[in-house]
């Protein structure tokens, strides 16, 4: 297969000129990562963002299993001698999977079958005879009476006929597209309760007695729909009208006329049933679920780049308290870098005398430890916490946040928090976590799995492979996006950025700890085991605060520092200057310094770096205070309070409202005009102020609207 047929492939499948493809697919070939071809390639690919190549790789991956898949199809054939001419060149052109499965199909080895089995019993020039419509079927049946051959009399005969028909039928090329197409267009999914569960699966109730059609069902359905089969409760099925099917059939199979039509008739009614709306309907559940999954795994990747970009407070001495009823919360004291100070257990919300033991510890410690920020966590007991803290009478400057603890617990057991902490009790560990979360979300988050922050839906019924693949794809770009300090990142950090990964990220923290810190970024190239290539990929992502050279702060790739230099040198003035003095950047005519390397889209990266050297695109902090309520009794139909988006989904968005109980924000009462994507709206960790509708304490469910006419 030509390699120009799967630029031509992913052109039209991404939307993207064919030219642009070919760059980006050489460059891909080429060891370049999207962050690092999205930023510094822009001239040889026409300026696509990083969404646009990642579209391409996709692409490019898939279209390359396909040919693979061709190759081995093509293989089979030959290597058992049935490949033809007119056969090779329709397996060449086809451009689908499943175009491709189909023309195989009826060549492809398969386990014992009805129709092998007649067959076997010499039953095949009946059926085709059958076919050609130019025999009495009771008669020509006769003649193939053979008891031997387990042929007892014409009725077997003319069963296996039927049966060899039915197979004919459901691996014909232009029945299988027609159907497809039916079912694509007019299935409808129909969902059962199964007998004796009603009970048991009472969260699948609106399901117990539910059909729509399967070309509008919306994802968030389908996965809950496919979960309840999954768990037994549900009974599915996704069929088209079975008239409309037959009668379908009847125009696309090759009816004979006379006595042979109502066999083949029969024939091709079982063969539907039995054979080919099974195999089509378990294709198309397939489809369902992958653009179901794709959605789902969408929305569950926004949010996760929503939180790890959520505004960092900063390097901030904090006092952070993982909040416990029963056995207490566990107090951490950090340093602006984050290093462990201070750690013991205190009971903030248990008796009288605990509570003022508490209060007398945490106000101490403030004042010892020049403590800046208390960051509580919001699991059980945080709210109480909070509003403990927040009576102690503490420095107004000391600012009291309520942080989520979403994975904390889950980094507390790791291997990377045990290599960290190795001598410190893990329940600490969760306390460290929410405070340095709270100095840096996206420098705390990446050692936790993206699927344990709880920003998903559904993150435990999509395709694993692909949800992990997406959701790394989201943590290397938000690393990469607000570039990595290489003197201070921590290895989990440092393995995202573009060209590293762990062994080069481990290699260059202990180079790091030998010869202390970088002082440029030419000393990178000293790591063990890293290269010119990783050092292309990674060194604009890396920063170096204070160094030798002002341009190793910046997103300025080592490669442009001499263009920089020459920037400089017309301007009669020091690089330093160019950072320093807006006057002598505006001097700078951008289009002066385009050569067949360097565009102006790539300088005006430059300019931009030259004015904010390193700047970090995340927005600035701001304080967050919940209203004056703690449990879901305390809500009210008509209240108006603040909220915190914690989730967005396809349907709406969930808000906690300070109750230990998310509220839903449906789509229908997210604006006051019409949403069709939650995501246009909102997004994960954005403060909103909501209306409550409706309270179901019974349930735990809590209906809000951010609308304003409510």
């Given amino acids: ?85 007119a056969l090779g060149q329709a397996v060449r052109k086809s451009v689908t999977l499943a175009e ?101 699966g009472e969260k699948y109730r609106d399901y117990f007695d539910w059909r729509e059609t399967a070309r509008t069902a919306a994802g968030h359905r389908i996965l809950a729909m496919l979960r309840g089969e999954r768990e037994k409760i549900l009974s599915l099925s996704l069929r088209p009208d079975q008239d409309k099917a037959l009668t379908g059939l ?41 653009k179901a999954d794709a959605e789902a795994i969408g929305v569950f990747a926004a949010n996760l780049r ?60 403030v004042k010892s430890h020049r403590v800046q920020a208390i960051a509580v966590g919001n699991g059980t007991g945080g709210r109480e916490t909070e509003t403990f803290v927040r009576g102690l009478g503490l420095p107004v400057d000391v600012d009291v946040i309520l942080v989520n603890e979403a994975g904390a617990s889950v980094y507390s057991a790791s291997e990377i928090a045990r290599r960290e902490f190795p001598d410190l009790d893990l329940t600490y560990r969760g306390a460290v976590s929410i405070g340095r979360r ?17 920003v998903g839906q559904y993150q435990h019924d999509v395709d694993q492979t692909a949800l992990k693949k997406s959701l790394g794809d989201v943590v290397v770009s938000c690393v990469n996006q607000v570039g990595v300090d290489v003197n201070t990142a921590s290895p989990e950090l440092l393995a995202h950025v573009s060209g590293l990964g762990p062994v080069l990220a481990t290699n260059i923290v202990e180079h790091r700890r030998e010869n202390g810190p970088f002082k440029d970024r030419k000393g990178i190239l000293k790591v063990k085991r890293l290269g010119p290539k990783a050092f292309e990929q990674c060194a604009g992502f890396l920063r170096i605060v ?33 950072l320093r003095d807006e006057g002598v950047r505006k ?39 919940f209203a004056d309520v703690h449990d879901i009794s305390d809500l009210h139909p008509g209240m108006t309070v603040p909220g915190i988006v914690t989730n967005v989904t396809r349907f709406g968005a969930f808000v906690d409202v300070g109750v230990h109980q998310d509220g839903l924000v449906h789509i229908s009462n997210l604006a006051d005009r019409y949403v069709s994507d939650p995501g246009e709206v909102v997004r994960a960790g954005q403060q909103v102020r909501v209306t409550v509708l409706e309270v179901d304490a019974k349930r735990r469910r809590i209906g809000l609207s951010m609308r304003t006419g409510q």
Avoid at 252 to 271: I, N, R
Avoid at 326 to 349: M, S, Y
Avoid at 438 to 454: F, N, Q, T, Y
């Fill in 587 to 625: 001097g700078i005519e951008p289009g002066r310094y385009v050569d067949d390397e360097v565009g102006l889209p790539t300088l005006r990266d430059i300019m931009a770096e030259l004015e904010k050297p390193g700047r970090d695109p995340r927005s600035a902090f701001q304080v967050f205070r």
């Fill in 1 to 85: 297969m030509p390699q120009t047929d799967i630029y031509q492939r992913i052109s039209a499948a991404c939307a993207i000129p064919k030219g642009q493809v070919e760059s980006v697919v050489a460059l891909l070939d080429e060891g370049g990562t999207v962050p690092f071809i999205a930023r510094y390639r822009k001239e040889r690919t026409g300026g696509l963002d990083e969404v646009a190549i990642q579209h391409v790789r996709d692409a490019l991956e898939s279209g390359r299993e396909l040919d693979k898949r061709r190759e081995a199809i093509l293989g089979s054939l030959t290597e058992r001698g049935l490949l033809t001419d």
């Fill in 546 to 578: 204070g160094g030798k050279n002002p341009l190793d702060g910046s997103a300025i790739h080592p490669e442009r520092y001499a263009l920089v230099g020459r920037m400089a040198k017309d301007a009669g003035c020091g690089v330093e200057d160019l």
């Fill in 306 to 365: 929503e939180l790890l970009l959520a505004p960092p407070l900063g390097p901030r001495r904090i006092l952070a308290l993982d909040p416990g009823l029963r056995t207490g919360a566990k107090l951490v004291c950090l340093d602006e870098q984050g290093n462990l100070l201070h750690w013991q257990t205190i009971f903030p919300v248990g008796g009288k005398g605990q509570a003022e033991e508490a209060g007398r510890v945490i106000t101490a410690l």
């Fill in 100 to 200: 491709l499965e189909d023309i195989y199909l009826p060549y492809r080895p398969k386990k014992r079958t009805r129709a092998t089995m007649a067959k076997e019993r010499g039953l095949e020039p009946l059926a085709q005879a059958i076919l050609a419509g130019k025999v009495v079927p009771e008669a020509a049946a006769s003649g193939f009476v053979n008891p031997e051959q387990d042929v007892p009399d014409v009725q077997s005969a003319l069963a296996g006929a039927q049966d060899i028909i039915a197979e004919i039928m459901s691996e014909d090329r232009r029945c299988r597209e027609g159907m497809r197409r039916l079912f694509a267009a007019g299935g409808v999914i129909a969902s059962t309760v199964r007998k004796g569960k009603d009970e048991a």
């Fill in 250 to 290: 009847a125009n696309l199979f090759p009816f004979p006329k006379g006595p042979c039509h109502a066999v083949v008739q029969e024939a091709v009614a079982d063969g539907y049933s039995r054979l080919l709306a099974p195999s089509l309907e378990t294709e198309l559940w397939g489809e369902l679920r992958a």
């Fill in 438 to 454: 709270l100095m840096d979300p996206l420098a705390e988050l990446v050692k936790i799995d993206p699927k344990s922050i709880g």
